[in-house]
């Protein structure tokens, strides 16, 4: 979009690599595996740049919240879409079992399993020393959750979006970290399912769209 410019308006959005956080979204194995019950398709491919892009901020020691669903076997916590797959019996992403993980690419060594009762309280669930584990109730990261303000105490103004299934989660985070202002970077190559129309709509409001994982691995590592 020609307004957006190269001037003051551009200043406000364009992502700051010193104050910036990562963001996976859902790359649990129930939607990443092969043959998983709920696979995305291209999921398992984009896991490569998903885990270059994790291994570049964890050298800079930027802040990486690994952001997960887990449906309850009742239903009573999950989207009124799919609640009733999950009611007639449906176990995906189901707390305690190995593919409510975060696939192990992603993870850094030594971290533990998740801890689905810490988690579903709201809490964020350290796994390295600035990397975390996050439940997100809906499609959004920030949706019925304290994502806003634990960036916040931690300085952050710009996030980095990748993961699993554009059209849904990763789009809907994206949107809403707009609505609140964060400079905002993603990484379609370390992203499953994504598309033109949508990557152009999303340049349209300010968004830095990555040409390549290794573009958002040299950005990380410098201060442009």
């Known amino acids: 979009?020609?307004?957006?410019?190269?001037?003051?308006?551009?200043?406000?959005?364009?992502?700051?690599?010193?104050?910036?956080?990562?963001?996976?979204?859902?790359?649990?194995?129930?939607?990443?595996?092969?043959?998983?019950?709920?696979?995305?398709?291209?999921?398992?491919?984009?896991?490569?740049?998903?885990?270059?892009?994790?291994?570049?901020?964890?050298?800079?020691?930027?802040?990486?919240?690994?952001?997960?669903?887990?449906?309850?076997?009742?239903?009573?916590?999950?989207?009124?879409?799919?609640?009733?797959?999950?009611?007639?019996?449906?176990?995906?992403?189901?707390?305690?079992?190995?593919?409510?993980?975060?696939?192990?690419?992603?993870?850094?060594?030594?971290?533990?399993?998740?801890?689905p009762e810490e988690l579903l309280a709201g809490e964020f669930q350290r796994l390295g020393p600035r990397e975390w584990a996050m439940y997100k109730p809906r499609w959004s990261a920030f949706y019925g959750t304290t994502l806003d303000d634990r960036l916040q105490a931690l300085g952050i103004d710009t996030v980095v979006v990748c993961g699993c299934n554009f059209p849904n989660c990763p789009r809907t985070t994206i949107y809403d970290a707009s609505a609140r202002d964060y400079r905002i970077g993603v990484v379609p190559d370390a992203t499953s399912r994504t598309y033109d129309r949508g990557i152009a709509e999303l340049e349209d409001i300010g968004v830095r769209v990555f040409e390549s994982v290794d573009d958002a691995r040299r950005w990380i590592a410098t201060d442009d």
């Open 1 to 115: 979009m020609r307004w957006l410019g190269s001037g003051g308006m551009a200043s406000y959005v364009r992502p700051d690599p010193t104050s910036s956080a990562l963001l996976t979204i859902d790359v649990q194995r129930d939607f990443t595996d092969e043959g998983a019950p709920a696979e995305i398709e291209g999921t398992r491919a984009a896991v490569p740049g998903m885990r270059d892009v994790v291994e570049a901020f964890r050298a800079d020691g930027a802040p990486i919240v690994h952001v997960v669903r887990l449906y309850r076997g009742d239903g009573s916590n999950v989207d009124a879409c799919r609640r009733r797959a999950i009611e007639e019996g449906a176990e995906i992403v189901r707390p305690g079992t190995a593919g409510a993980e975060v696939v192990p690419e992603l993870t850094p060594e030594g971290a533990g399993p998740l801890d």
